[in-house]
């Protein structure tokens, strides 16, 4: 069983930068692949970014692919979203998501859809005004 806890959240304007972090109880933390999704009230949920339990592996949506860095410490069983020049389309609430690697791969493809087998956090708003 893992929990995970958003933090980070807030407003900001168009340009900033931001930090997400997430942090997780359980002990199978450490082998999980670990991703944030994103999103805007009345839209599907996006996928932004995922890791491997590892860090050897780092994927990125193509919308914030050079701007936001995905990043974790096993040791504090912290997960991380640095989000650099913030654009207002970046307007969302952020949850931090876990599971192992088949999970990943089936919920980054279909973020909309809760894949079994995952872990989800309530979510941090972020709210980027122009």
């Known amino acids: 069983q893992v929990q995970l806890v958003e933090s980070g959240g807030g407003l900001v304007q168009a340009g900033a930068s931001k930090r997400l972090s997430c942090a997780a109880s359980?002990?199978?933390?450490?082998?999980?692949?670990m991703a944030w999704f994103r999103r805007v009230p009345g839209k599907e949920r996006e996928f932004v970014s995922s890791?491997?339990?590892?860090?050897?592996?780092?994927t990125y949506a193509d919308s914030v692919k050079g701007r936001f860095t995905i990043s974790r410490d096993n040791a504090k069983k912290m997960v991380y979203l640095q989000m650099n020049n913030l654009k207002p389309e970046d307007t969302a609430i952020y949850y931090c998501?876990?599971?192992?690697?088949?999970?990943?791969?089936?919920?980054?493809?279909?973020?909309?859809?809760?894949?079994?087998?995952?872990?989800w956090g309530r979510g941090t708003q972020v709210t980027v005004s122009s």
């Open positions: 890791i491997s339990w590892s860090g050897g592996s780092i």
């Open positions: 359980g002990s199978a933390f450490s082998i999980y692949t």
């Open positions: 998501a876990g599971g192992d690697d088949d999970w990943a791969t089936v919920q980054s493809r279909d973020p909309d859809f809760v894949v079994a087998g995952g872990y």
